[in-house]
């Protein structure tokens, strides 16, 4: 049995049924069908709802989902806030209100799950002033990257662009939803989740360890179970192959895997962090990768889905690996209380097929700390910027000292089966002055290393060219970057 709150209601919920999702109970079981299903597999934000949870400082903060691909059993202890709570004492709210007055209410399929990515984003950002060019531009950027998620099919964005401009300097103080919220925080810290640890491989539920040892254990005694993190890979299983789940180990809960920091040599990112916490905290260390995590998925996806999420999928055209490879960096596995840390170069075997061994899991990820004189570039191409999965994806880590390839990786995906190093490119690279020619010559090697196929997203030529514009325009501006430093120096 798990607690959580709906609205202003504590539920208690049976655990024994692993994968039903938030949005199947709350239209079919609740009758609250306010949130809509559009698509079931995270692409058209029409089941948006908010879910809340008490963070370590104590402060209650809520993060927009889609409950199409979100499991029941992931909800213990959160505060689940779906649009049929928003009118208070007859009065739309005003985010309702706001996109009511600007025109920006659509139809019924779209507008709800609008409302709630629309009210996140209010409740998560400070009273704005848009007085000058520079706040106007982050403020938009913000709203639209809280919107990535939400499509509409027919009419536009702009009246809902503007609701959210006019929502922009108001102050939260007098959102009625938001009154009680330390004695909601009473109510959520107060609850305490208890669930069966699977001690056989037939065991079937949702179990939710906190720590490592009981995963660990769990996963020993169930080989079979799935594990799930922010499901918004796994989930598609069910609900676009539908295929059942009956029995999932949930890593969110476990402390240890939600540890981000930096140690003397590594960043080192627990298997349960988001997306999300990944775009800030990488921001200082390798920009170019926060500005991709940006453009993986939606503001949604991004809200529940973890790297190693990304790793473990073993997806050809996961974003995440290329960058990594490109960085060098390395997992660590766990099976039992036996750690193995490898390089991630390494954990591929074939076409989704990892080297991970039977109740063997991801426990965290290292990237080396950036080095003197590094640059790193990388690029996702797809069809649309937001919520759209690469055609290609390209990373470079290059280190140059006076035009001499000191270092090189380069890490790839949607170029072969699966997330690659280009390593005759690297060959070629290697202790070689960088120069027009040589620049070129990667073309011809780039060959080598990918022999990529068509299919719907691109062609294999479409491929092929972009590979190599990218990786020649990557080392163009490693080469001018490096001449600049060296005139710095002179
Ligand atoms: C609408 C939508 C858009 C998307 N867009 C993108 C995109 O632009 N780019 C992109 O790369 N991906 C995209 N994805 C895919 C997905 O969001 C990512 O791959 C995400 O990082 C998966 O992480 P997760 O935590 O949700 O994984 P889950 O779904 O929880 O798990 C995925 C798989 O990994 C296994 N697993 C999870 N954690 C571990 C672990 N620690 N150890 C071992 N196995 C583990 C699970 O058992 C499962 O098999 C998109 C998905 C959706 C639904
Ligand atoms: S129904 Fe489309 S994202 Fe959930
Ligand atoms: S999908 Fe609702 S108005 Fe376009």
Request: net charge negative; hydrophobic share 40%; glycine share 6%.
């Amino acid at each position: 049995m798990i607690e959580f709150m709906l609205n202003q209601e504590l539920i208690q919920w049976d655990a024994t049924v692993s994968d039903l999702t938030l949005l199947q109970w709350l239209r079919e079981e609740r009758q609250l069908t306010g949130s809509k299903e559009g698509c079931a597999a995270g692409d058209c934000g029409a089941c948006t709802v908010l879910v809340g949870q008490v963070e370590e400082e104590g402060q209650l903060k809520y993060r927009s989902i889609n409950a199409c691909i979100c499991f029941m059993g992931s909800l213990a202890g959160h505060h689940v806030l779906t649009v049929e709570s928003l009118q208070q004492e007859g009065n739309l709210h005003p985010v309702q209100q706001a996109l009511v007055d600007h025109h920006g209410s659509q139809c019924g399929f779209c507008t709800p799950g609008f409302v709630m990515s629309l009210l996140g984003w209010w409740w998560n950002t400070e009273p704005q002033q848009l007085d000058s060019e520079v706040n106007f531009a982050n403020h938009r950027h913000e709203v639209e990257q809280a919107l990535s998620g939400n499509l509409c099919r027919c009419t536009g964005y702009q009246p809902i662009l503007l609701a959210a401009d006019s929502l922009a300097p108001r102050s939260r103080a007098d959102d009625l939803l938001l009154v009680d919220k330390e004695k909601l925080i009473a109510r959520l810290t107060a609850i305490n989740n208890s669930n069966a640890q699977p001690t056989t491989s037939t065991w079937q539920g949702f179990y939710s360890p906190t720590n490592v040892a009981d995963l660990s254990l769990a996963y020993t005694a169930c080989p079979e179970a799935r594990l799930v993190a922010g499901a918004t890979d796994l989930s598609l299983e069910l609900t676009q192959k539908l295929q059942p789940l009956p029995s999932l180990i949930n890593l969110k809960q476990i402390t240890e895997l939600n540890q981000l920091q930096q140690q003397e040599r590594h960043l080192v990112i627990g298997a349960a962090v988001s997306l999300l916490q990944m775009e800030s905290f990488l921001r200082p260390y390798y920009p170019a990768f926060a500005d991709i995590l940006t453009w993986l998925g939606s503001r949604q996806i991004r809200h529940q889905g973890t790297m190693a999420g990304n790793i473990a999928s073993a997806s050809p055209i996961a974003d995440t690996p290329p960058a990594l490879l490109a960085l060098d960096s390395q997992v660590v596995l766990q099976r039992g209380s036996q750690q193995r840390t490898i390089a991630l170069s390494d954990f591929y075997l074939g076409y989704r097929q990892t080297v991970l061994r039977p109740a063997e899991f991801i426990h965290s990820i290292l990237i080396p700390l950036p080095v003197a004189r590094q640059q790193f570039f990388m690029a996702k191409v797809s069809k649309r910027k937001e919520d759209d999965i690469s055609a290609v994806c390209l990373a470079l880590s290059i280190v140059l000292q006076s035009g001499v390839v000191q270092q090189v990786a380069i890490g790839a995906g949607g170029l072969a089966a699966t997330p690659a190093r280009a390593r005759t490119t690297e060959s070629l690279l290697q202790g070689q002055t960088l120069d027009h020619n040589l620049i070129n010559a990667c073309g011809n090697t780039l060959a080598k290393d990918f022999q990529p196929i068509s299919d719907f997203r691109a062609s294999a030529a479409y491929r092929r060219q972009v590979t190599q514009n990218l990786l020649q325009d990557f080392l163009q501006k490693a080469l001018s970057h490096d001449a600049l430093t060296q005139e710095g120096a002179a």
